[in-house]
């Protein structure tokens, strides 16, 4: 018992101060402190951190090699952790969110996916305004329709970009897609490339 009071109030603490973050970060322009940072070993930390909160499983779709990117690991870590809470909740019971991480080319990509909800046609676009929530989204469970456009907002201060992923052959699947540039690192490991 005691275990679990700790962990919750952690787990309060913790959410206290993303919203403290989300907040001021709603307000001012974001300005990333842009560090060499392993997307892989980034997404098992929050994983591994989300994961305790729910019944979902997660199965994580990592490259062998580290993918490193120029980010700030705790601002980044708050565009992800609502890819990935969304991911848990608007999925079935019981039902597998999937995290890959990969390299595309010039880009390096997180992509969250999970089964059971997908996202209603037309509403692609505005699911990144500030509070919009979806029609399904309002109905299934509750929330301030700020994960997302927060989300974004980091990315794209990041120099990436933060898609929704429509596959036409595919329904009942959401698949969020982040993408940000190869670290600079990287570009001088390779001998010609600019």
């Known amino acids: 018992l005691v275990e ?3 962990s919750e109030a952690s787990r309060l603490g913790q959410l206290t101060t993303r919203l403290l973050r989300v907040a001021r970060l709603d307000h001012e322009e ?3 402190r842009l560090k060499a940072t392993d997307l892989c ?3 098992i930390e929050i994983v591994n951190r989300q994961a305790k909160f729910t019944d979902r499983t997660v199965a994580l779709d990592l490259a062998l090699e580290p993918v490193m990117v120029m980010a700030d690991p705790e601002l980044l870590a708050l565009a992800l952790i609502p890819l990935l809470d969304n991911a848990f909740k608007y999925s079935r019971p019981g039902s597998v969110a999937t995290v890959e991480v990969s390299a595309d080319g010039q880009y390096r990509a997180v992509r ?3 089964e059971g909800s997908s996202i209603a046609s037309g509403e692609e676009h505005r ?3 500030r509070y919009y929530r979806g029609v399904h989204a ?7 329709g ?3 456009y927060v989300a974004r907002k ?3 201060a990041h120099r990436g970009t933060l898609e929704l992923e429509i596959e036409p052959t595919v329904t009942g699947t959401a698949t969020f897609c982040m993408r940000l540039p190869r670290s600079q690192m990287e570009v001088d490991d390779v001998p010609g490339a600019s």
Do not use: D, S, Y
């Not at 309002?138 to 301030?144: N, R, S």
């Open 30 to 32: 974001v300005k990333p």
């Open 138 to 144: 309002q109905q299934a469970v509750p929330g301030t």
């Open 127 to 129: 699911i990144f305004e």
């Open 154 to 156: 980091i990315v794209l």
């Open 4 to 6: 679990m009071i700790e």
């Open 112 to 114: 969250v996916r999970n």
């Open 41 to 43: 070993a980034l997404v």
């Open 146 to 148: 700020l994960g997302l």
